[in-house]
């Protein structure tokens, strides 16, 4: 269970009674088990529409006979045991904060209900909703099945005497009138309507199983009318399951206070179960039906678990984590300034280009770095930093240089390429990103046009989406799709800067796939023309291939690639 949802009965309970008196129209999802409570309690779509902020999510849960039941294997019709119910009640209860809405079916007898309601305002449930047929129900939306309404004045006193036992104010009891499912008509519903708003109800539900919504908005009309008559203001109910083409700001302004998705999340995941089902079969594995499913770690995350391995790597995120420095190449363009020294050792604004990199580091408190030479070698020098040799530098890719420091990777790590100057922020952001693997990509690209022949690791997010004024955009997490230098520019929506960071967990994944590629693969890989000399991203490619899930922190300049003469001009200028 996750822990970010924690809250007291007492203060849960309540809540549903405050969004009323606020004059919210509440809208309420289903849930039917202890995940379905959690995708109900956060789910949330925010974006910009008609130029303004908006922010939606479900303000209560509802938790469902119908889907608890067949969630169990079992029919609604008060089969599975109230204790069972209660049971799943908890599961939700545990893992959300807002308030819960239980499906109370017909209620029992009397004697029953008193108990029902006395444990469910314990628990911290908001409200039950009760239906007017007598026990055991059948479900209301089968067509042909036999509805048998409960005399009006019998349940008038069930209500009466839930009501007593109560020990709060904020615990709701509401009446489903079954009128419009039995075909008695709008008479017969406004009738007990008035009957069990004088027992003391706290609120009315109308259900229907029409695909028109004509005969539930004719109800609430004439309901106005009775709360007038009664000098009542009591919340009116609807499920719009069956006439699901009207919209929650048409129910809202005919009157209904609290608009119920009664059985969606279990439909949906029932559907889901059954295409993945049928792809297994069909294909005889598992790789068609990876597009049909959540990954593990979105599971993970969900339920907690992420929480805990982060609290569990806490320890290790504030120790030296080390850094990687590729820096073993030799660069053609520059090599006429260089006289001899490798490119790390090129003064800017009279301090070495690595020198600046290490000083940035250090303030972040990075001071375990390697830098990995290769062409002159000997030349490399920095204080304070550990100096490894790629001997084979030109046979290999700036990958085969990161992995010559191998050892440095196994509780994570920094890579940094060797020819950028970053402001100090720019590594702070990247230390509080909590993710295994977490690459630095510059969103300057959406803004302006990739500079002419410059060759740039370009990404592409896997949920870019175009902006629009008339749709909601889904804040979305930071995740890439695709990376490398042959992108077309005009798809690409960030460049990759040479800054990544790996926890313990993404640098296994990043190692072994390492290893698994050298072993396995030859010939043309990825864009690489030769697996003998695939770089970084292909490699990081080849990973989102694979179903590990790279991150990338977003940022907006701020940084500098030394890659020509005018590059070193501007870092001269600034520095």
Same mark, same amino acid.
């Given at each position: 269970?996750?822990?970010?949802?924690?809250?007291?009965?007492?203060?849960? /309970?309540?809540?549903?009674?405050?969004?009323?008196?606020?004059?919210?129209?509440?809208?309420?999802?289903?849930?039917?088990?202890?995940?379905?409570?959690?995708?109900?309690?956060?789910?949330?779509?925010?974006?910009?529409?008609?130029?303004?902020?908006?922010?939606?999510? !479900? +303000?209560?849960?509802?938790?469902?006979?119908?889907?608890?039941?067949?969630?169990?294997?079992?029919?609604?019709?008060?089969?599975?045991?109230?204790?069972?119910?209660?049971?799943?009640?908890?599961?939700? =209860?545990?893992?959300?904060?807002?308030? =819960?809405?239980?499906?109370?079916?017909?209620?029992?007898?009397?004697?029953?209900?008193?108990?029902?309601?006395?444990?469910?305002?314990?628990?911290?449930?908001?409200?039950?909703?009760?239906?007017?047929?007598?026990?055991?129900?059948?479900?209301?939306?089968?067509?042909?099945?036999?509805?048998?309404?409960?005399?009006?004045?019998? !349940?008038?006193?069930?209500?009466?005497?839930?009501?007593?036992?109560?020990?709060?104010?904020?615990?709701?009891?509401?009446?489903?009138?079954?009128?419009?499912?039995?075909?008695?008509?709008?008479? +017969?519903?406004?009738? /007990?309507?008035?009957?069990?708003?004088?027992?003391?109800?706290?609120?009315?539900?109308?259900?229907?199983?029409?695909?028109?919504?004509?005969?539930?908005?004719?109800?609430?009309?004439?309901?106005?009318?009775?709360?007038?008559?009664?000098?009542?203001?009591?919340?009116?109910?609807?499920?719009?399951?069956?006439?699901?083409?009207?919209?929650?700001?048409?129910?809202?302004?005919?009157? !209904?206070?609290?608009?119920?998705? %009664?059985?969606?999340?279990? /439909?949906?995941?029932?559907?889901?179960?059954?295409?993945?089902?049928?792809?297994?079969?069909?294909?005889?594995?598992?790789?068609?039906?990876?597009?049909?499913?959540?990954?593990?770690?979105?599971?993970?995350?969900?339920?907690?678990?992420?929480?805990?391995?982060?609290?569990?790597?806490?320890?290790?995120?504030?120790?030296?984590?080390?850094?990687?420095?590729?820096? %073993?190449?030799?660069?053609?363009?520059?090599?006429?300034?260089?006289?001899?020294?490798?490119?790390?050792?090129?003064?800017?604004?009279?301090?070495?280009?690595?020198?600046?990199?290490?000083?940035?580091?250090?303030?972040?408190?990075?001071?375990?770095?390697?830098?990995?030479?290769?062409?002159?070698?000997?030349?490399?020098?920095?204080?304070?930093?550990?100096?490894? #040799?790629?001997?084979?530098?030109?046979?290999?890719?700036?990958?085969?240089?990161?992995?010559?420091?191998?050892?440095?990777?196994?509780?994570?790590?920094?890579? =940094?390429?060797?020819?950028?100057?970053?402001?100090?922020?720019?590594?702070?952001?990247?230390? +509080?990103?909590?993710?295994?693997?977490?690459?630095?990509?510059?969103?300057?690209?959406?803004?302006?046009?990739?500079?002419?022949?410059?060759?740039?690791?370009?990404?592409?997010?896997?949920?870019?989406?175009?902006?629009? /004024?008339?749709?909601?955009?889904?804040?979305?997490?930071?995740?890439?799709?695709?990376?490398?230098?042959?992108? #077309?520019?005009?798809?690409?929506?960030?460049?990759?800067?040479?800054?990544?960071?790996?926890?313990?967990?993404?640098?296994?994944?990043?190692?072994?796939?390492?290893?698994?590629?050298?072993?396995?693969?030859?010939?043309?890989?990825?864009?690489?023309?030769?697996?003998?000399? !695939?770089?970084?991203?292909?490699?990081?490619?080849?990973?989102?291939?694979?179903?590990?899930?790279?991150?990338?922190?977003?940022?907006?300049?701020?940084?500098?690639?030394?890659?020509?003469?005018? +590059?070193?001009?501007?870092?001269?200028?600034?520095?």
């Amino acid at each position: 269970m996750t822990l970010a949802n924690n809250t007291l009965p007492e203060i849960r /309970r309540g809540k549903l009674k405050s969004l009323l008196r606020e004059g919210k129209t509440v809208r309420v999802l289903e849930a039917h088990n202890g995940l379905s409570g959690i995708v109900a309690n956060d789910a949330k779509v925010e974006g910009i529409l008609e130029d303004a902020k908006v922010a939606r999510e !479900f +303000d209560a849960i509802w938790e469902s006979s119908l889907t608890d039941s067949a969630s169990k294997g079992h029919p609604d019709i008060e089969v599975v045991s109230f204790d069972s119910r209660l049971h799943t009640i908890q599961e939700i =209860l545990a893992v959300t904060s807002k308030p =819960l809405i239980v499906d109370g079916d017909t209620g029992g007898d009397a004697n029953n209900f008193e108990y029902m309601v006395s444990k469910l305002e314990r628990a911290g449930v908001s409200a039950v909703i009760i239906e007017d047929k007598v026990f055991p129900k059948r479900n209301s939306l089968e067509a042909g099945t036999q509805q048998t309404l409960a005399d009006p004045d019998v !349940f008038a006193q069930k209500i009466k005497r839930g009501k007593n036992v109560l020990s709060t104010e904020d615990f709701m009891i509401i009446a489903r009138l079954e009128s419009l499912i039995a075909g008695k008509g709008l008479e +017969d519903a406004l009738a /007990r309507a008035k009957t069990y708003l004088l027992a003391g109800v706290d609120g009315i539900m109308i259900h229907s199983k029409s695909k028109n919504p004509e005969e539930i908005l004719q109800f609430a009309q004439s309901y106005r009318h009775l709360l007038r008559e009664l000098d009542l203001d009591k919340p009116l109910v609807c499920v719009p399951t069956t006439y699901n083409t009207i919209t929650e700001e048409e129910l809202s302004a005919a009157g !209904f206070r609290i608009i119920i998705y %009664a059985n969606h999340l279990l /439909r949906a995941a029932y559907k889901s179960m059954i295409e993945v089902s049928k792809t297994l079969l069909l294909n005889q594995r598992s790789f068609e039906a990876d597009p049909l499913c959540a990954s593990v770690r979105e599971i993970f995350k969900a339920v907690g678990f992420l929480d805990i391995k982060e609290k569990d790597q806490q320890d290790e995120q504030l120790a030296n984590i080390p850094v990687i420095i590729p820096a %073993a190449g030799e660069d053609p363009i520059l090599k006429p300034l260089l006289n001899g020294k490798p490119k790390a050792m090129m003064e800017i604004a009279g301090t070495t280009l690595l020198q600046r990199q290490i000083s940035t580091l250090n303030q972040a408190n990075l001071t375990d770095i390697t830098v990995v030479a290769g062409y002159a070698h000997d030349q490399m020098k920095a204080e304070s930093v550990a100096i490894l #040799n790629n001997a084979d530098y030109k046979n290999g890719s700036m990958l085969h240089s990161i992995f010559t420091a191998r050892e440095k990777m196994n509780n994570g790590f920094l890579m =940094l390429y060797s020819d950028i100057l970053l402001e100090n922020h720019i590594i702070t952001q990247l230390m +509080d990103c909590k993710e295994d693997i977490v690459l630095v990509a510059d969103n300057t690209i959406q803004y302006q046009r990739a500079e002419e022949g410059k060759v740039l690791d370009f990404i592409i997010s896997k949920n870019k989406r175009p902006p629009s /004024r008339r749709r909601i955009s889904v804040v979305y997490d930071n995740i890439l799709a695709k990376i490398g230098n042959k992108i #077309n520019p005009e798809t690409a929506t960030h460049e990759f800067i040479g800054l990544g960071k790996f926890s313990k967990t993404g640098a296994e994944q990043f190692i072994q796939t390492y290893k698994d590629c050298v072993q396995n693969y030859k010939g043309k890989f990825q864009e690489a023309d030769d697996i003998a000399r !695939f770089t970084f991203t292909d490699l990081i490619q080849e990973m989102i291939d694979r179903g590990f899930v790279i991150n990338f922190l977003e940022i907006h300049q701020g940084w500098l690639e030394i890659h020509r003469e005018e +590059d070193i001009a501007l870092a001269n200028k600034f520095l």
